[in-house]
């Protein structure tokens, strides 16, 4: 089958890069070694498929489209090293995947994946690797939506800066690295996209007591963003606190009761959340 009766398929965000030195880029933005594992999500037609095979001990890469077989069975040919696993990335056995490569093959050290992501379901896939304890994890590096990328690696005070950044930040350092244009893809998506690296942090970046106490207080604070703290947390029932707990958490990082979550840094959250849960009438 030839490349051209692909037709590619808009729901699953199929826009292929086109631009061998973006590819490039990419590839050594990564830093590939022979004892790297990379993940690539969405092979497609195989733009950066050969290109990570010729750096890492072994490309394992998922795509959902079988229609994308005869080409990249070739390029599983030509390179000993590429497995292509035909699936959904957020339903596959990740884990399971790594760890029969990793016995397979002992000089193996780290996972990296590295993918230009279908921009439908950017933020389910980077969340799925960051919660989903995957082992050997070092680092992703994504091309994303520009407007994502800028999400991921927002810092307080700014109009990106949300739920999304204190998350990812939690898990990772993240980076933007390079903006892409749409005429480097086809077809052109109708966003500027970017690449952007996140390193897996190796020990938390602050103490937590409970963390899906923590993720809680990040999504109601976000929640309204133009509402004043005090009131979004005391408005999120599932919190279990009361407007006075509230005030005091706030006080005890020398905050005011005007504040809004958009300017708190994500130690601050994680001082009030810590103190919040001995206040939550929810805790168990
Ligand atoms: N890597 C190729 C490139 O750079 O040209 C293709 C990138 S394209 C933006 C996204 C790819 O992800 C497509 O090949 C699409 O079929 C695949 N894809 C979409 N949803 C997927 C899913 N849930 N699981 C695995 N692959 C998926």
New binding site residues.
Partial sequence: MKNSTIKP?KS??????NDMNIVRHIVESADLTQEDMVI??????G??TGELATYAGLVLA????ER?QPVLSVLETIHGNIKVVY????KVNIRNLIEEQFAANPQLQRVKII????YY?TTPIIMAFLEGDVPYLHSMTFMVQKEVGQRMTATPGGKEYGALSVSVGFFAEGKMLFTVPPHCFNPQPNVDSCVVRLLIRENPPYELENKEYFFKIIKASFCQRRKMLVNSLTNAGYLGITREDVREALASINRNELVRGEVLSPEEFATIANFLLHKSSLRV
Avoid: T
């Avoid at 699953?12 to 890069?17: D, P, V």
């Avoid at 690539?40 to 037609?45: A, I």
């Avoid at 998922?62 to 489209?65: A, L, R, Y």
């Fill in positions: 398929i699953l965000g199929q826009n292929f890069l690539e999500v969405g092979p497609g037609m733009a950066m998922v795509e959902i489209d994308l699936d959904d990335i957020l993918s230009n992501l279908p379901i």
